[in-house]
């Protein structure tokens, strides 16, 4: 049983678009979201995270949306670049207990020139 | 940034031996995780651990498996013995708490049981 679930499970844009990558949740117990980057051989690196109290978090070209009434947000990487290129993972974390966090399966994003 | 680092990067051991999988953590960091990810699947959490202690573990944290970190030092994963099953890429991450931080990740031992 997925506690995080992401959409799709791998997805191709053409640089310069928008490319947007779903994820969704059941916990309740979620209150905050770090969107990770993993590249081939490298481990997973911090890209932008959000709180469940807000809806929008910015960071240059990353933006996540959250709603938390339908427990979904999504990640949007505008005018994506090749160097975009890699497996986008979603967590979160679990506010009950140690705080454990929790991943989605994974995105795996190509950018093409 | 601060680093995790995990060494070896790579091991291949014999199903039924002994392994140890080093960690060296950020030096200020007070928390610690292992993770499993088997190849193209998700990463999957295994334990966390924090002043000496393991707070929590997951189902596939076996009986096999434990977590320790002597003296401040490398924080270790041992399986003994190792099987078949337990071939996946382990990741080890820190963070200085357990609120509203990062969470820093190493790159990862591959272990490969044959």
């Known amino acids: 049983q997925q506690q995080v679930r992401q959409s799709p499970q791998s997805l191709t844009v053409w640089e310069g678009e928008t490319a947007i990558l779903n994820c969704s949740y059941e916990?309740?117990?979620?209150?905050?979201f770090p969107w990770y980057q993993q590249f081939p051989g490298e481990g997973p690196a911090l890209l932008i995270s959000i709180l469940s109290v807000s809806n929008k978090k910015e960071d240059g070209r990353f933006t996540i949306f959250f709603n938390k009434r339908e427990k979904k947000l999504s990640l949007h990487i505008a005018d994506s670049q090749p160097g975009d290129s890699a497996t986008y993972f979603c967590a979160a974390r679990d506010n009950t207990g140690n705080y454990k966090y929790v991943f989605g399966a994974g995105t795996r994003l190509k950018v093409i020139a | 940034g601060p680093k995790v680092l995990q060494i070896p990067s790579h091991q291949i051991i014999d199903m039924g031996q002994m392994v140890t999988l080093n960690c060296d953590p950020v030096?200020?960091?007070?928390?610690f995780y292992w993770y499993k990810q088997i190849l193209g699947q998700q990463m999957e959490f295994l334990v966390n651990?924090?002043?000496?202690?393991?707070?929590?573990k997951s189902k596939l944290f076996k009986d096999q498996f434990s977590v320790e970190r002597p003296d401040g030092s490398y924080f270790t994963l041992k399986i003994q013995p190792t099987a078949l099953e337990d071939s996946a890429v382990y990741f080890c991450?820190?963070?200085?708490?357990?609120?509203?931080?990062?969470?820093?990740f190493g790159k990862g031992t591959r272990l490969t049981v044959v």
């Open positions: 030096s200020n960091h007070l928390y």
């Open positions: 651990f924090y002043n000496g202690k393991v707070m929590e």
């Open positions: 991450a820190s963070s200085p708490d357990n609120a509203n931080t990062e969470v820093f």
């Open positions: 916990n309740s117990a979620f209150d905050y």
